[in-house]
């Protein structure tokens, strides 16, 4: 006897089989037990199993639950005064010099305390489970100091204690450089105890999964990128990389000679890095939002990706400052409108490619034997519509086999 027995439903299994890449079932039955998922298949393949709840579905579509693999969600304040600033013609510099930026976000983040810090992400927390998503990747990078940074990253945790949902806190330490150590010896001091305090700090306490940074002419060099490397490797933690946003800094062929995880952004990425990311498997992660945000010019070079075979994930990159973005479908959608993806793409780009780009693969993003049973329900006709609508919500939500 299962837990419980969806029927009456159309599936996108997200499991290529030869002929069908996104794995589609029609007129299925998904069996859930102890929160994991036992069985995907036909309706009178299932019938003769029995369960403690059924619910028929009518007709809707099942997806894996939507992972959002890149995010920055853990902050407090806003920037919509910088928004402002934008419409009115300042420059990324002039608003830096205005007090604004990454910076601005790191004074209000380090003022709060854990409480305020939590409810503070719980409202957009929340926002993207509405959007159907059940794997959030949250990422530190607003403390710029051991006790901030960490304090971020707890603050993801019990947000996955707290919410049905699945929490997976990146360390970004090397996200910007703080205003007294933008150069000199201060800048390599900053660098040095991202390698020598933040890391093992976070690995040692268990609270982050990886370490990401931040490799561009505003942020940090290729060289301090391979120490904070060096020292990510040392720690045991796998790494990802913000590379090729603005310019292209060779960023994700570095971050492919570390076996990344994935390359976020990518608009100026070169057939040199898209290679070298094929040939280890490190995941494209792009970020519609904070293209449209930025109103940037350069798409990623999808054709290229397509060429070499370089997976492609999804996300929104929720941020104040360059993707306030809380919806998924609408970053996928933005994928599909601004960047050429297919729905189809789009979807595995926030479900398996996803779950890729977090080592969790053998979990989430697709729907299997033993995967989590996190689970998307839409009231679609065609799973084509999933990349379609602008902003659309699931009809239901299913975390570890529970409706939340
Ligand atoms: N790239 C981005 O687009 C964000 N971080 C990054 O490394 C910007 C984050 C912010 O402006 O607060
Ligand atoms: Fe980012």
Request: include cysteine; aromatic fraction near 4%; proline fraction near 4%.
């Given at each position: 006897?299962?837990?419980?027995?969806?029927?009456?439903?159309?599936?996108?299994?997200?499991?290529?089989?030869?002929?069908?890449?996104?794995?589609?079932?029609?007129?299925?039955?998904?069996?859930?037990?102890?929160?994991?998922?036992?069985?995907?298949?036909?309706?009178?393949?299932?019938?003769?199993?029995?369960?403690?709840?059924?619910?028929?579905?009518?007709?809707?579509?099942?997806?894996?639950?939507?992972?959002?693999?890149?995010?920055?969600?853990?902050?407090?304040?806003?920037?919509?005064?910088?928004?402002?600033?934008?419409?009115?013609?300042?420059?990324?510099?002039?608003?830096?010099?205005?007090?604004?930026?990454?910076?601005?976000?790191?004074?209000?983040?380090?003022?709060?305390?854990?409480?305020?810090?939590?409810?503070?992400?719980?409202?957009?927390?929340?926002?993207?489970?509405?959007?159907?998503?059940?794997?959030?990747?949250?990422?530190?990078?607003?403390?710029?100091?051991?006790?901030?940074?960490?304090?971020?990253?707890?603050?993801?945790?019990?947000?996955?204690?707290?919410?049905?949902?699945?929490?997976?806190?990146?360390?970004?330490?090397?996200?910007?450089?703080?205003?007294?150590?933008?150069?000199?010896?201060?800048?390599?001091?900053?660098?040095?105890?991202?390698?020598?305090?933040?890391?093992?700090?976070?690995?040692?306490?268990?609270?982050?999964?990886?370490?990401?940074?931040?490799?561009?002419?505003?942020?940090?060099?290729?060289?301090?990128?391979?120490?904070?490397?060096?020292?990510?490797?040392?720690?045991?933690?796998?790494?990802?990389?913000?590379a090729e946003q603005?310019?292209?800094?060779?960023?994700a062929?570095?971050?492919?000679?570390?076996?990344?995880?994935?390359a976020d952004h990518l608009e100026h990425l070169?057939?040199?890095g898209a290679?070298?990311?094929?040939?280890?498997?490190?995941?494209a992660v792009l970020l519609p939002?904070?293209f449209?945000?930025?109103?940037e010019?350069k798409k990623p070079p999808i054709d290229l990706l397509?060429?070499?075979?370089v997976?492609i994930?999804i996300?929104?990159?929720?941020?104040?400052?360059?993707?306030?973005?809380?919806?998924?479908?609408?970053?996928?959608?933005?994928a599909?409108?601004l960047f050429g993806l297919?729905?189809?793409?789009?979807?595995?780009?926030?479900?398996?490619?996803?779950?890729?780009?977090?080592?969790?693969?053998?979990?989430?993003?697709?729907?299997?034997?033993?995967?989590?049973?996190?689970?998307?329900?839409?009231?679609?006709?065609?799973?084509?519509?999933?990349?379609?609508?602008?902003?659309?919500?699931?009809?239901?939500?299913?975390?570890?086999?529970?409706?939340?």
């Amino acid at each position: 006897m299962w837990d419980r027995l969806l029927t009456d439903c159309h599936v996108a299994t997200m499991t290529a089989i030869p002929g069908n890449p996104l794995g589609i079932m029609r007129n299925a039955a998904i069996g859930i037990d102890g929160g994991r998922i036992v069985r995907v298949g036909s309706r009178t393949e299932l019938a003769g199993f029995r369960a403690r709840e059924v619910t028929a579905l009518g007709g809707a579509w099942v997806t894996p639950g939507l992972v959002d693999c890149h995010t920055h969600l853990v902050f407090a304040g806003t920037r919509a005064n910088e928004h402002a600033m934008r419409r009115a013609g300042a420059t990324y510099e002039q608003i830096a010099e205005a007090g604004g930026g990454i910076v601005s976000t790191v004074s209000a983040t380090r003022a709060v305390n854990m409480e305020e810090l939590i409810a503070q992400s719980q409202r957009r927390l929340h926002a993207l489970m509405a959007g159907g998503v059940t794997t959030v990747e949250i990422k530190s990078g607003y403390g710029l100091d051991t006790a901030t940074e960490l304090k971020m990253l707890e603050a993801a945790k019990a947000l996955g204690v707290e919410e049905p949902v699945r929490i997976v806190p990146t360390l970004l330490a090397a996200h910007a450089l703080p205003a007294d150590a933008r150069e000199g010896p201060a800048r390599d001091a900053f660098v040095r105890m991202i390698c020598e305090e933040m890391i093992p700090a976070a690995a040692k306490s268990k609270l982050a999964t990886s370490v990401d940074a931040f490799c561009e002419t505003i942020a940090f060099t290729r060289e301090e990128v391979e120490r904070v490397f060096t020292a990510a490797r040392a720690n045991g933690l796998p790494v990802r990389l913000h590379a090729e946003q603005l310019s292209n800094q060779n960023g994700a062929a570095l971050a492919a000679s570390y076996k990344a995880l994935s390359a976020d952004h990518l608009e100026h990425l070169d057939a040199i890095g898209a290679r070298a990311m094929a040939a280890t498997g490190t995941i494209a992660v792009l970020l519609p939002g904070a293209f449209y945000s930025l109103n940037e010019k350069k798409k990623p070079p999808i054709d290229l990706l397509r060429k070499e075979g370089v997976p492609i994930a999804i996300a929104t990159d929720c941020n104040p400052g360059t993707s306030p973005l809380l919806n998924p479908q609408l970053a996928m959608n933005m994928a599909c409108a601004l960047f050429g993806l297919t729905s189809e793409e789009a979807l595995a780009g926030m479900t398996v490619n996803a779950a890729r780009a977090l080592g969790l693969a053998h979990e989430v993003g697709s729907l299997g034997p033993g995967k989590a049973a996190d689970l998307a329900v839409w009231g679609i006709e065609e799973l084509a519509e999933l990349g379609y609508w602008v902003g659309l919500s699931p009809e239901r939500r299913i975390f570890g086999g529970r409706d939340g």
